[in-house]
């Protein structure tokens, strides 16, 4: 017990860090799932964090509300922009959402008197416990899992492959694409939300661009053909630095480099069960 | 017989281009109804205006006395018109039963929320969905292959599944965009009698084809589209004699006499001249 209890004192954060980063993964496993590109899950993650952390300082609100209202803000948010935004396709909407990642870290950064502008807010309470995240991955896992074996599932996997026969076959697509966008969101904001009563300080940088990045790779990583694969990519790249430790210096290059790799030769990602059953010369059945 | 789909002077201009000019047509309830024309006359632009895809320049498209006007595709798909593809657009990486679940979708009583928490609903209309698609892939006789992914089939019967799939929407009219283009003769006779079948079932098909032999066997009433305007509408027979038609396809008898061994030449339509449908004209007697 002495021993776990050492383990514990050391690597607690990395492995909560572990669900956290699934969750973020999961996230935009979402919107990938319905065929959008869109990169402001990080931004999602700072507004749920933000929302969160100055309801639990300055009202001193139960967990629970603030884990709510970490939700809440950012898929209303996402529900707003989305309404002009979501019509756009490919790499604009990718640009769109991009921008507006970096509207939200500016607003943080120029609303001092609230948020604290580039100091960030400190002495968030540490009210996150190791089964808060687990929680929250499990239920996320549950609905996401309900959700794609059911005919949402469907309709989101059917725009992604073709938009205009999926409106034929009497799916609203644009109802089914602010569905997506909506939920990640809310997934994004429940991350930032954990992640923020973990770390003690939030700053707006933590929300910028690489972190934006940083969630699309481990999604990509993983492979977005099931719910396993964003998990996989999220545990990889939150061990990976670890794992690097040694190289020091060279550890983001290290980084970049088996990232570059695994995207030219394993472009459906890591967790890809075709590939998989191929190894051990099986075909055909059913994916997960 | 009472029209079921009525389009009274439709236009569709792109910018100078003259698509379709004042096209009126009456589609009766029952039956097979084909829509004719060489190449580049405006037929699929008439599906894609029926569909919502496109808003007419002018004039009026009504379902069962209901104006489509300013209705989307999903919509348009739900009151009841469902349509296949000139260049097929199957999901592709879905399997046969998924493509036709999807058609499916609107059908399935379970809400977005309901599908979280009543877990009986969810399961008994599940099921009910996965019945009715096997069911429709026997009536195209693909249910052995029913977990197979959807590009892996053969040209042929990827357009039987599209069938398929259009048939799941529970349509009262079926709009069938060229069905046997690329088929070979076994293939055509095949879909022909499924056609037939279908047919025979009650639903109203509205249909675009080339194939002059396949067209005239179905269809109880024919007509024909050249550079955007209905020049006949009739019986097969009454078509196939129709001189206009004749010279749409075949070109004038005033023409120079052409020297090629094309038979035609300058003066005749496209569709003629690149050949085509050089073996499927509507010359007299020329039925199997």
Same mark, same amino acid.
């Given at each position: 017990m002495a021993g776990f209890d050492n383990f514990w004192a050391v690597y607690s954060n990395l492995v909560l860090g572990l669900g956290i980063n699934a969750l973020l993964a999961l996230s935009i496993y979402l919107t990938l799932s319905c065929g959008m590109l869109a990169m402001a899950n990080a931004a999602f993650m700072g507004i749920g964090a933000y929302t969160a952390a100055l309801l639990t300082m300055n009202y001193d609100t139960p967990f629970i509300v603030s884990v709510a209202a970490g939700m809440a803000a950012p898929a209303v948010v996402a529900f707003v922009m989305g309404k002009p935004t979501l019509r756009l396709s490919g790499v604009y909407l990718a640009m769109a959402t991009l921008a507006f990642g970096e509207v939200v870290r500016i607003v943080v950064l120029n609303t001092d008197s609230i948020t604290g502008g580039a100091l960030g807010l400190n002495g968030i309470p540490q009210s996150t416990q190791w089964w808060h995240v687990l929680v929250a991955l499990l239920a996320v896992l549950a609905v996401l899992w309900r959700l794609r074996h059911s005919r949402i599932g469907r309709a989101f996997e059917a725009i992604k492959e073709d938009e205009t026969a999926a409106g034929l076959m009497g799916i609203d697509?644009?109802?089914?694409?602010?569905?997506?966008?909506?939920?990640?969101?809310?997934?994004?904001?429940?991350? +930032?939300?954990?992640?923020?009563?973990?770390?003690?300080?939030?700053?707006?940088?933590?929300?910028?661009?690489?972190?934006?990045?940083?969630?699309?790779?481990?999604?990509?990583?993983?492979?977005?053909?099931?719910?396993?694969?964003?998990?996989? +990519?999220?545990?990889?790249?939150?061990?990976?630095?670890?794992?690097?430790?040694?190289?020091?210096?060279?550890?983001?290059?290290?980084?970049?480099?088996?990232?570059?790799?695994?995207?030219?030769?394993?472009?459906?990602g890591l967790w890809d069960p075709a590939r998989i059953r191929g190894w051990f010369g099986t075909k055909g059945g059913k994916t997960a | 017989m009472s029209a079921t789909l009525e389009l009274k002077g439709i236009s569709r201009h792109f910018g100078g281009l003259k698509v379709l000019q004042d096209v009126n047509l009456q589609i009766p309830q029952g039956g097979i109804f084909g829509l004719i024309g060489p190449n580049g006359a405006g037929k699929t632009t008439v599906f894609n205006l029926i569909t919502g895809l496109l808003p007419p320049t002018a004039g009026v498209i009504s379902f069962n006395g209901r104006d489509l006007a300013g209705?989307?595709?999903?919509?348009?798909?739900?009151?009841?018109?469902?349509?296949?593809?000139?260049?097929?657009?199957?999901?592709?990486?879905?399997?046969?039963?998924?493509?036709?679940?999807?058609?499916?979708?609107?059908?399935?009583?379970?809400?977005?929320?309901? =599908?979280?928490?009543?877990?009986? =609903?969810?399961?008994?209309?599940?099921?009910?969905?996965?019945?009715?698609?096997?069911?429709?892939?026997?009536?195209?006789?693909?249910?052995?292959?029913?977990?197979?992914?959807?590009?892996?089939?053969?040209?042929?019967?990827?357009?039987?599944?599209? =069938?398929?799939?259009?048939?799941?929407?529970?349509?009262?009219?079926?709009?069938?965009?060229?069905?046997?283009?690329?088929?070979?003769?076994?293939?055509?006779?095949?879909?022909?009698?499924?056609?037939?079948?279908?047919?025979? %079932?009650?639903?109203?098909?509205?249909?675009?084809?080339?194939?002059?032999?396949?067209?005239? $066997?179905?269809?109880?009433?024919?007509?024909?589209?050249?550079?955007?305007?209905?020049?006949?509408?009739?019986?097969?027979?009454?078509?196939?004699?129709?001189?206009?038609?004749?010279?749409?396809?075949?070109? %004038?008898?005033?023409?120079?006499?052409?020297?090629?061994?094309? @038979?035609?030449?300058?003066?005749?339509?496209?569709?003629?001249?690149? @050949?085509?449908?050089?073996?499927?004209?509507?010359?007299? $007697?020329?039925q199997a």
């Open positions: 697509v644009g109802a089914h694409k602010m569905l997506a966008f909506v939920l990640g969101a809310a997934i994004a904001g429940l991350a +930032g939300t954990l992640n923020a009563h973990l770390t003690f300080f939030i700053g707006p940088n933590e929300y910028g661009f690489d972190r934006g990045v940083d969630i699309l790779t481990m999604a990509i990583l993983g492979g977005i053909n099931g719910l396993t694969g964003p998990i996989l +990519g999220g545990a990889i790249l939150t061990l990976l630095p670890e794992v690097l430790r040694g190289f020091a210096d060279f550890r983001l290059m290290v980084n970049g480099v088996i990232l570059v790799l695994i995207v030219l030769f394993l472009p459906k | 209705r989307k595709p999903h919509e348009i798909t739900r009151d009841g018109i469902a349509r296949t593809f000139q260049n097929i657009r199957l999901f592709k990486e879905m399997s046969l039963l998924e493509n036709v679940m999807v058609g499916m979708h609107a059908q399935l009583r379970y809400g977005n929320l309901g =599908l979280l928490a009543t877990s009986g =609903l969810f399961r008994s209309e599940e099921k009910r969905a996965r019945d009715r698609a096997r069911e429709l892939l026997s009536w195209m006789k693909l249910d052995h292959k029913a977990d197979d992914t959807a590009d892996n089939l053969s040209y042929g019967d990827q357009r039987k599944l599209e =069938l398929a799939r259009a048939l799941a929407t529970e349509p009262k009219l079926l709009l069938l965009d060229e069905p046997v283009a690329g088929m070979n003769a076994n293939e055509k006779t095949e879909l022909m009698r499924e056609i037939e079948q279908i047919s025979g %079932r009650g639903y109203t098909i509205f249909m675009i084809e080339h194939d002059m032999r396949f067209v005239m $066997g179905l269809c109880q009433e024919i007509a024909v589209l050249n550079f955007g305007r209905i020049i006949a509408q009739g019986g097969p027979e009454a078509i196939r004699n129709d001189p206009q038609v004749i010279e749409a396809y075949l070109g %004038r008898e005033d023409d120079e006499p052409s020297s090629g061994p094309d @038979g035609v030449t300058d003066g005749a339509p496209s569709a003629v001249a690149a @050949g085509v449908v050089p073996t499927s004209v509507p010359v007299p $007697g020329a």
